[in-house]
């Protein structure tokens, strides 16, 4: 167990509709990333957090958003679903940010479209 | 932004046998993980190695940042190795601290 918590597991859901996966960092994790896995493109960076500020954005979609909040959980939020959105998506935390840093990572959220 | 090139992409492996997997980036690097996911999907911390040599069990890694590779070495492979490894770096003349991925090698220990 990473001590990154992240829900929900599994989730389908139709083209067009909007979800919302969650992350619970490790105690004491202050920087949080996004990743998203499918089978052609391989894990992908979507979105960095530190203490509740946006640090990094990578190939994140317009129609994809996220935030961090002071409790320092962070949800991602996806919109105008369409297929191709299907894949799995992690959530990732580490203490700080810089050398000497170790990231974790939750066992992803499954997310079909159909 | 730095470049993750892993090999091979894939292996198949009797059990007993022992294995290498290498990791070459583009730039220096602040940071080098590598990780196991296995076939549920976790992705499982194994090293954390940005330079020199680490033993864990059956698990050893080594990186060279100077030249620019870590080897990841599997000795007496169990079917439970199976599953995708691989590499994240961040760095780059950029100083990224965003971690970047290989493709991985997708490792199948058969009994």
């Known amino acids: 167990d990473s001590g990154v918590t992240q829900t929900p597991k599994h989730l389908i859901t139709a083209t067009g509709q909007r979800v919302t996966l969650r992350c619970s960092p490790r105690?004491?994790?202050?920087?949080v990333y996004w990743y998203q896995q499918s089978l052609d493109q391989g894990l992908q960076f979507l979105i960095q957090?530190?203490?509740?500020?946006?640090?990094a954005k990578g190939n994140i979609l317009e129609r994809f958003s996220a935030q961090q909040f002071p409790d320092l959980h962070s949800e991602l939020n996806l919109s105008s679903l369409e297929l191709g959105d299907s894949a799995l998506y992690f959530c990732?935390?580490?203490?700080?940010?810089?050398?000497?840093?170790?990231?974790?990572f939750g066992e992803g959220s499954w997310l079909t479209v159909v | 932004g730095i470049q993750v090139e892993q090999s091979p992409p894939d292996l198949i492996l009797q059990e007993g046998a022992n294995s290498t997997l290498r990791c070459n980036f583009s730039?220096?690097?602040?940071?080098l993980q590598w990780f196991h996911q296995n076939p549920w999907g976790q992705l499982i911390n194994l090293f954390y190695?940005?330079?020199g040599t680490k033993q864990n069990g059956r698990l050893s890694a080594t990186t060279v940042a100077t030249e620019r590779y870590s080897l990841l070495y599997i000795s007496s492979s169990q079917t439970t190795d199976s599953g995708v490894y691989f590499c994240?770096?961040?760095?780059?003349?950029?100083?990224?601290?965003?971690?970047?991925f290989g493709r991985g090698t997708s490792l199948i220990v058969h009994p």
């Open positions: 994240a770096v961040e760095g780059g003349s950029g100083g990224s601290y965003i971690p970047t």
């Open positions: 957090y530190y203490n509740g500020e946006e640090r």
């Open positions: 730039d220096s690097v602040n940071n």
């Open positions: 105690s004491g994790d202050l920087s």
């Open positions: 190695i940005p330079s």
């Open positions: 990732a935390s580490s203490v700080a940010i810089g050398s000497g840093n170790t990231i974790y």
